[in-house]
């Protein structure tokens, strides 16, 4: 049995989240079926007290964005990025968007599955699309995270 509601006491059971959605800076991250503990409230839980962070830490990893092709920063201090496939400077406006979907497995919870809608760059030279860094669409997916955890007012405790 886990702990009553933080909020009204009552019984938390294990239940499957609809999709909810945060946004930033041109970044959409979705949740889709994520594990979470709710009352007869409709108070939300997450289902243990790191799960928040491991859920950070997977849209902050480099690791989830290596299939993405990333551009060369050029320029110490006004920073230029050039196309990894042919080397012309990129647009300075995203001109489109990528989808990239995570599985997310944090320690025995249920796998569910999150959706990374972010912002690409088109070379106007050949056509490749890349994002300016991992650093700077980690941060975007970050705070789109947090922005979607606040839409459902869901808490660590
Ligand atoms: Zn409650
Ligand atoms: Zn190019």
Redesign the pocket.
């Known amino acids: 049995m886990s702990k009553p509601c933080s909020k009204c006491k009552g019984e938390m059971l294990l239940s499957i989240l609809d999709p909810f959605h945060g946004e930033q800076g041109g970044l959409k991250l979705s949740v889709h079926e994520m594990p979470s503990l709710i009352c007869t409230q409709g108070h939300k839980r997450f289902i243990h007290i790191e799960f928040a962070a491991q859920l950070m830490d997977l849209v902050m990893s480099p690791e989830t964005y290596r299939d993405i092709p990333v551009a060369v920063k050029k320029g110490l201090f006004k920073k230029r990025y050039?196309?990894?496939?042919?080397?012309?400077e990129?647009p300075e406006s995203p001109t489109g968007h990528k989808t990239q979907e995570l599985a997310a497995e944090l320690g025995k919870a249920q796998p569910f599955k999150l959706v990374v809608d972010m912002p690409v760059f088109r070379?106007?030279?050949?056509?490749?699309e890349s994002i300016h860094s991992v650093e700077e669409t980690g941060k975007l997916a970050f705070k789109a995270t947090d922005h979607a955890y606040r839409s459902i007012d869901i808490h660590p405790s």
């Open positions: 050039h196309c990894p496939g042919c080397d012309l990129l070379c106007g030279g050949c056509g490749k």
